[in-house]
C-alpha cells in the first residue's frame, strides 16, 4: 500500500543517525498526513534555522510517480535556498522519502557555502583588517606593503581551521596525484565542507575495440566520469580505514556515468546521488538555464552494477588489500571466499591468493595503473586515484566479472557483453531485479532489436512452440476462462460498479489490475486497467484502459454514456502456479497483447524528465506483468545482437554501413556481434582443435526456420530436436549454400505476429560460420550441407524480410543507435572465402562477407590483416615523466595519423599530438586553482609535486616595471559596501600570498600591491608565453614584456563577476584573423566573467588562469598581437570600448549581463 510505504520510510528516516542528513532536524509528519515538516540549519555555521513542509501530491502514487511540493515556514530565507527548491522538486520527483531528505540535505549546504565562504568568522576575522580603511576612505597608507604582513594577519587559526586547512591540503595533494596519473579532475561544492569530486578519463584512451564501444553504447569522445561525494568533506583513505566499515558509506558515495565534458554540472551531480534505492535511468538532467548540455550525465549501460561494487566492496576490497598486500586479483579472491565466515576463520595466508592482475600487452598503461602496488603506507596513497584506477579494471574488463556477485568467471572465450555467472542466486538477481544492463538503455540504443526479440517470443507463444518460460519472477497473469467476475461497466467516467453475487468482500485494491472482456461488445479487445480508487465499494474507479488491439488508440471516441455489464478477471494467478505449458503459453501471448510498440516506448523514456527517475515499469501503459515479461525477453538473451539496416520511410535501406553484407537490398540486416559466450567459447575452441593452420578455416551456409522458432535458436543455437521436414539426409541442422534453398523453409507456418510490432515480420534466415571441414558433416553435397556436431555452427547474420509499419512518427533514419563508434563507412575488407563453397545471396551471385563478422580480438588471434589499418612503429609523444610520475615506453604500434594531428594542450602548455584527451575540454578555473593554488609547505612527496610549467624559454618578465602614471587609477567607489570591501581584501590577501610562494615565470601572471589603490580595481599582468605561441613569439619580436589586464569588481561579488579587459597593447582582431577570446574593444570573450558562467566559490587566482588559458588556446584562432607596436610604443583599449563589446559578446552568445555591471565605476 502506498500510504503504509510513505509511513515506513518516514519512520525509517527519522531513525537514521545525523549523519545521514546533515543539517536536517525535527522530521516528522504534517498534520494532514501527506505531508512532511523538517527544519534545516547549516551543521558548521551561525545560519538561522530554516522551517520547511514537503507536500506529495498524489500519496496514491508513492514511490514511484509522485511529486514533493517543497516551501519554506520561515520568513526569511536566503534567496539562494528559494531558487535551489525548483530544481529539488525535479531532481526527487518520483524518489522514496529517504532520498528527499539526501537530497535537500546536499542542496542546501552546496547553496550555503559560497555565502559561508563570504560570512565565515567575521567576529573572528574582525582585527585581521583592523589596519585597512573603510570603503570610502582615500588613506594611502593603508595599502602599504605593511597591510599584507602575514603575521598581522591572523591571531592564530581555531582548531576548526587548522581542520580545515589539513583537509584542503590533503585534498589538492590527493587530486594533483590523479591528475598526474592522465585523468581529469574536477570539483563542485566546497573544498572545505560538502563537495563533489569528479574524475574521468576519454572513452578512447581504454583501448576498447570498435566492437565493444559500439555494443556497450560508448563514444570515444565521450568521458567516464566517477563521481565522488563527500557529505562532510574530504577524507583520506588513512582517514577511512581507521573508521569501521559500517560507517563508511557516511563519508564517501560514488556513481559511474558518462559525460560530454570531463565532470558534469552540479544538477547533474546532485541528480546522481539523489536516488540510492532505484535503478536509475538518466538519459538528461533537468532543464536549467545555468546546465551546459555537454555537461549532462548520461546512464552507463552497467551503471547500477559498477555503482553497487564501488559503493558496497570497493572500500573492504582495499582494506584487504592494505593488511594482506594482495594485488586486486587476490583481493577480490578473498573477499568472495571469506564473505559470511567468523573473523577468527578467517585464512590470512594461502597461495591462491597470491595472484597477479593479468592484462594484455595492448592494454593501455593508463587502465593498467595501479597507485597501491607501489605504496608503502595509506598516507602515500590517493583514495580518488585508486578508486577510478579499480574502476577502470572493472569497466574495461566488464565481461570477466559477473554482474551480480562481481566474482571472475572462469571463460577463455572473451565475451562482448557482461553476462552473469552460473550461480542461481545471481542468475535470478538478473533476471528478476534487473540488476545488469536495463531494459530501458536496450530500448533506448537499439528499439528494433528489441522489436526483434519481442516478436520471436510471440510467436513462438502463439504457435504453442515456445519452451522456456519466466519462471520464478512473481508474474501476476489473469485466470482466463475461470473465476471471473460481473459487474456494470460505465466506459465514459471509467467506473465499474461490482454485481451483487461478487460484493459480498472487497476484493480489489488500489493498485490492482484487471483484464475487462470485449467492453465495448464489438470486438475491438479487451480492456486491461489499473484499479485507482476503492473508496466507495462496491463502486471502483478504473485508471485509462490498456487496449489488446492492433493499434493503442484510446478507445474514448466510442464509448457509450449508459453501463453494461462486463465479465473481467483479476491478475492474481501466480505465473509459476499454471500446470500446463499451454496455458503459460496462452498467458504470456495475452500479456504481450497489452504492450506498446517499441517506438513508444522509446519515445516516453526520451520524453520524461530524467530527474523523475522514472522507470518504463511507472508508466501507466505497460502492467507490471507485461514489463516483467519484456525483461525477461531481452535479459534472456546473451548474444549481442546489433542492427547494421537502416529503416527509412517505412522501407528498409541499405546505408553505407560496412558491416553490411553485398546483395541483400530489401532484408533487414541483424548481425550477432557475438553469440552467447558459452557457445561461442565452444566454437571457438573447435576451430584451434581441428583447423587451427588452414587458410580457410570456415565457411557461411543459410538456414530457413519459420519465424516461431527463433526465439529459441537465439538462445540455444541451432539445433535438430524436432523432425519437421523429413531429414532425407539423416540427423543434423540442415544449410544451404544458395539462399533460395533456406528462404523455402523459412516460408512455412507464418503463424502469429505481435499485434504491435513495427516490424511485422514474415520471413527470417540466418548466415551462419561453420568448420570447414565438409567430409566430416553428416552429408554435403548439391549446395546443402547437414552438419551434427553443433560446436561447429554460430550464427553471425540474420536477415529478416519485414513490412514496417509506423504508429508513432518517423523512423529514425540515421539507425537506431547514434554512435560514431558505429558509423564507420570505411571499409575493413571481406573475410576469405573458398572458392567452391561461397555462399550466394538472392540473386544467385557470391555474396561478400566483411571482415567485421569476427570480433577485432579473433581476427588479431588468427592474424588476419585489415586492409588500410597496418600498424607502423611510431614514437609515442614527449611526456613529462615529472608530470605524469611514470615513464612510459619510447616506440608503440599506432594506426596511422594525418600530418596536421598536432593540437595546442592548454593543460600542458605545449604542442602534443591529439589523442583525444588532449584535444579534451579545457580544465576550468576553479579546478585548476584547486590543483595548482598552494604548495604543501615542508613536503617532499615525488608524484604529488606541484605541476610546473614547461621548461621552453620564455620572455625576460621583470616585475614593478609597469608605473603608476601609465595607468587611469581609481578611486573608491561610492557603491562600496562593507562585506564586498571585506570579501575582495580576503581575496586580495590569498592571491599576494599564492604569487609569493610561486616563482614568477611558473605562474605567468603578476599583480604590483604598490598599483592597487583600492580593492575595487586590479591591475594584473600576463607574462611569459611559451614562444611555441605565436602570442608569445609576436611579443618577443616587439619587446613587450606583459599583457596589462585591468579587473573591476562590483559591489555585490561574490555574487557577480569581476569585469576583466585588456588595457594593453592592442591584439588582432578576430574578423582579421586574431583570436585569444579577446574582443574588438578589449573585453574578454568568456562565459566564466558572465552571470550565466559565475560561480562565488571562484578564487582569483583560478580566474587569471582561465583567462591565461583562453589567451594561450588556438582554437578557432591563436591570439596575435596588432603589428606596429613596441615596448615604447603601444597602444591601448578604451573603458568604453570594451564595456561595449563585453555587452555586445554577452548578448550574441545568450550569456546574462551581471545586474550591477552599468552601475560600477566607468
Not at 721 to 746: I, P
Request: with cysteine.
Amino acid at each position: 500500500m502506498p500510504r503504509k510505504d510513505f509511513l515506513r520510510d518516514l519512520e525509517r528516516a527519522r531513525a537514521s543517525p545525523p549523519a545521514s542528513f546533515p543539517g536536517l532536524r525535527d522530521i516528522k509528519l504534517g498534520d494532514d498526513d501527506e505531508s512532511i515538516c523538517f527544519s534545516f540549519s547549516s551543521p558548521s555555521h551561525s545560519d538561522p534555522t530554516l522551517e520547511f513542509q514537503a507536500v506529495i501530491s498524489d500519496l496514491s502514487e508513492y514511490p514511484k510517480s509522485h511529486e514533493y511540493l517543497i516551501f519554506s515556514m520561515s520568513s526569511t530565507v536566503p534567496p539562494a535556498v528559494v531558487d535551489v527548491l525548483d530544481t529539488i522538486r525535479l531532481a526527487v520527483a518520483g524518489a522514496p522519502v529517504h532520498d528527499l531528505f539526501t537530497t535537500v540535505s546536499d542542496a542546501f549546504g552546496s547553496v550555503l557555502s559560497a555565502a559561508q565562504e563570504l560570512l565565515r568568522g567575521e567576529e573572528d576575522q574582525h582585527s585581521d583588517y583592523e589596519s585597512l580603511p573603510d570603503a570610502g576612505s582615500d588613506s594611502e597608507a593603508a595599502w602599504e606593503d605593511d597591510a599584507f604582513d602575514e603575521d598581522q594577519q591572523f591571531f592564530g587559526p581555531t582548531h576548526q581551521e587548522m581542520k580545515q586547512m589539513k583537509q584542503s591540503k590533503c585534498l589538492k595533494s590527493d587530486l594533483r596525484a590523479v591528475k598526474a596519473a592522465g585523468f581529469k579532475v574536477g570539483y563542485l561544492g566546497s573544498l572545505t565542507g560538502l563537495i563533489f569530486l569528479s574524475i574521468s578519463c576519454r572513452i578512447a584512451k581504454l583501448g576498447l575495440s570498435d566492437e565493444a564501444m559500439q555494443a556497450w553504447g560508448v563514444d570515444p569522445s565521450q568521458y567516464l566520469v566517477l563521481l565522488m561525494r563527500f557529505p562532510h568533506g574530504y577524507v583520506s583513505i588513512s582517514y577511512v580505514l581507521e573508521i569501521e566499515a559500517a560507517k563508511r558509506t557516511h563519508l564517501v558515495q560514488m556513481h559511474v556515468g558518462l559525460c560530454a565534458s570531463y565532470k558534469p554540472s552540479m544538477e547533474a551531480a546532485v541528480q546522481a546521488f539523489s536516488h540510492t534505492t532505484d535503478n536509475a535511468l538518466r538519459q538528461e538532467p533537468p532543464v536549467c538555464e545555468s546546465d551546459d548540455r555537454h555537461q549532462k550525465l548520461l546512464p552507463l549501460f552497467i551503471e547500477t552494477p559498477l555503482d553497487a561494487l564501488l559503493n558496497e566492496r570497493f572500500l573492504k576490497i582495499v582494506e584487504i588489500r592494505h593488511k594482506l598486500a594482495l594485488s586486486w586479483s587476490g583481493a577480490e579472491l578473498f573477499f568472495n571466499n571469506v564473505q559470511g565466515m567468523i573473523q577468527t576463520a578467517v585464512p590470512t595466508e594461502s597461495d591462491i591468493y597470491m595472484v597477479q592482475d593479468g592484462w594484455g600487452a595492448s592494454v593501455p598503461e593508463i587502465v593498467q595503473a595501479d597507485q597501491l602496488r607501489a605504496a608503502s603506507s595509506a598516507d602515500q596513497v590517493s583514495l580518488p586515484l585508486i578508486t577510478m584506477q579499480f574502476l577502470l579494471r572493472h569497466f574495461v574488463k566488464c565481461t570477466e566479472f559477473c554482474l551480480v556477485c562481481h566474482c571472475k568467471m572462469d571463460m577463455n572465450f572473451e565475451a562482448l557483453k557482461p553476462y552473469v555467472c552460473s550461480k542461481p542466486l545471481c542468475l535470478y538477481q538478473y533476471m528478476a531485479l534487473g540488476i545488469g544492463h536495463s531494459v530501458e538503455w536496450e530500448i533506448l540504443q537499439q528499439p528494433f532489436v528489441v522489436d526483434l526479440l519481442i516478436s520471436f517470443t510471440y510467436a513462438s507463444a502463439a504457435a504453442n512452440t515456445l519452451e522456456d518460460f519466466p519462471e520464478g519472477l512473481g508474474v501476476m497473469v489473469p485466470k482466463i476462462g475461470e473465476g471471473s467476475y460481473k459487474g456494470n461497466l460505465h466506459p465514459s467516467n471509467l467506473q465499474l460498479l461490482i454485481s451483487t453475487d461478487s460484493q459480498h468482500e472487497q476484493f480489489l485494491r488500489p493498485g490492482s489490475w484487471i483484464q475487462i472482456m470485449d467492453p465495448e461488445n464489438d470486438c475491438t479487445g479487451d480492456w486491461h486497467c489499473r484499479v485507482q480508487n476503492t473508496s466507495n465499494w462496491p463502486l471502483v474507479d478504473l485508471c485509462t484502459p490498456i487496449v489488446a488491439q492492433d493499434s493503442q488508440s484510446e478507445p474514448a471516441a466510442k464509448h457509450n454514456a449508459e453501463g453494461r455489464v462486463v465479465q473481467f478477471v483479476v491478475y492474481d494467478d501466480n505465473f509459476d502456479h499454471l500446470k500446463e505449458d499451454q496455458d503459460k503459453r496462452r498467458a504470456i501471448k495475452n500479456i504481450l497483447d497489452t504492450l506498446p510498440d517499441v517506438m513508444a516506448m522509446k519515445s516516453f523514456l526520451e520524453s520524461i524528465p530524467a530527474s523523475s527517475r522514472r522507470l518504463l515499469a511507472s508508466w501507466d501503459r505497460i502492467t507490471p506483468s507485461a514489463f516483467d515479461v519484456l525483461r525477461w525477453i531481452v535479459a534472456s538473451n546473451r548474444s549481442c545482437i546489433m542492427q547494421d539496416s537502416e529503416i527509412s520511410d517505412k522501407k528498409v535501406a541499405r546505408s553505407k554501413n560496412s558491416n553490411l553484407i553485398s546483395g541483400m537490398d530489401g532484408y533487414l540486416q541483424f548481425r550477432f556481434a557475438q553469440g552467447a559466450p558459452d557457445k561461442e567459447e565452444k566454437f571457438f575452441r573447435a576451430i584451434m582443435t581441428n583447423v587451427p593452420t588452414s587458410q580457410y578455416p570456415t565457411l557461411y551456409a543459410w538456414h530457413g526456420s519459420p519465424i516461431f522458432n527463433w526465439h529459441g535458436i537465439i538462445r540455444e543455437g541451432l539445433m535438430y530436436k524436432k523432425v519437421s521436414n523429413g531429414r532425407a539426409h539423416g540427423d543434423g541442422v540442415y544449410m544451404a549454400q544458395n539462399f533460395t534453398t533456406s528462404l523455402t523453409y523459412s516460408s512455412q507456418g507464418h503463424g502469429s505476429q505481435w499485434p504491435n510490432s513495427l516490424l511485422h515480420m514474415t520471413t527470417a534466415l540466418s548466415l551462419n560460420e561453420v568448420l570447414n571441414m565438409p567430409k566430416k558433416f553428416q552429408y554435403h553435397g548439391s549446395g546443402v550441407y547437414v552438419v551434427q556436431n553443433l560446436e561447429w555452427i554460430q550464427t553471425r547474420y540474420l536477415f529478416v524480410n519485414c513490412r514496417p509499419q509506423n504508429t508513432t512518427g518517423d523512423f529514425p533514419s540515421s539507425g537506431p543507435l547514434e554512435s560514431k563508434a558505429q558509423k564507420a563507412p570505411k571499409s575493413l575488407g571481406f573475410w576469405p572465402q573458398q572458392q567452391a563453397s561461397m555462399a550466394h545471396g538472392p540473386a544467385g551471385l557470391p555474396i561478400d562477407i566483411p571482415m567485421t563478422a569476427l570480433n577485432q580480438r579473433r581476427r588479431q588471434a588468427l592474424g588476419l590483416a585489415i586492409p588500410g589499418q597496418e600498424s607502423i612503429e611510431q614514437p609515442q609523444p614527449a611526456v613529462d615523466t615529472k608530470k605524469r610520475g611514470r615513464k612510459r615506453k619510447s616506440v608503440t604500434k599506432v594506426a596511422p595519423k594525418p600530418a596536421d594531428s598536432r593540437v595546442y594542450d592548454v593543460d600542458e602548455g605545449r604542442y602534443v599530438e591529439d589523442d583525444w584527451d588532449n584535444a579534451s575540454v579545457a580544465t576550468m578555473a576553479e579546478d585548476l586553482a584547486a590543483l595548482f593554488s598552494d604548495t604543501e609547505d615542508g613536503v617532499a612527496d615525488t608524484g604529488k609535486k606541484k605541476k610546473t610549467m614547461p621548461t621552453t624559454p620564455v620572455t625576460d618578465f621583470e616585475p614593478g616595471k609597469l608605473t603608476e602614471s601609465s595607468l587611469k587609477l581609481l578611486d573608491p567607489p561610492s557603491y562600496a559596501t562593507t562585506t564586498a570591501t571585506k570579501s575582495l581584501q580576503q581575496h586580495l590577501l590569498q592571491t599576494l600570498k599564492v604569487q609569493e610562494r610561486n616563482a614568477s615565470d611558473e605562474l605567468g601572471w603578476y599583480i604590483d600591491p604598490q598599483l592597487i589603490n583600492n580593492p575595487y580595481q586590479w591591475i594584473v599582468e600576463l607574462h611569459s608565453f611559451d614562444l611555441t605561441l605565436p602570442l608569445g613569439q609576436d611579443l618577443q619580436k616587439a619587446r613587450i614584456q606583459s599583457i596589462v589586464l585591468e579587473m573591476r569588481f562590483p559591489k555585490d561579488f561574490p555574487m557577480s563577476p569581476p569585469f576583466v579587459r585588456v588595457v594593453r597593447p592592442r591584439l588582432l582582431e578576430f574578423n582579421h584573423g586574431g583570436g585569444g577570446h579577446v574582443t574588438q574593444g578589449g573585453a574578454l570573450c568568456m562565459e566564466l566573467l558572465t552571470n550565466s558562467g559565475w560561480l562565488p566559490s571562484c578564487s582569483i587566482e583560478g580566474v587569471l588562469v582561465s583567462i591565461r588559458i583562453a589567451l594561450c588556446s588556438t582554437e578557432p584562432k591563436p591570439a596575435r598581437l596588432l603589428s606596429g607596436q613596441t615596448g615604447q610604443n603601444v597602444m591601448e583599449y578604451s573603458v568604453h570600448d570594451a564595456v561595449n563589446a563585453y555587452v555586445r559578446a554577452c548578448h550574441a552568445h545568450g550569456w546574462q549581463v551581471p545586474k550591477e555591471f552599468h552601475s560600477m565605476a566607468w
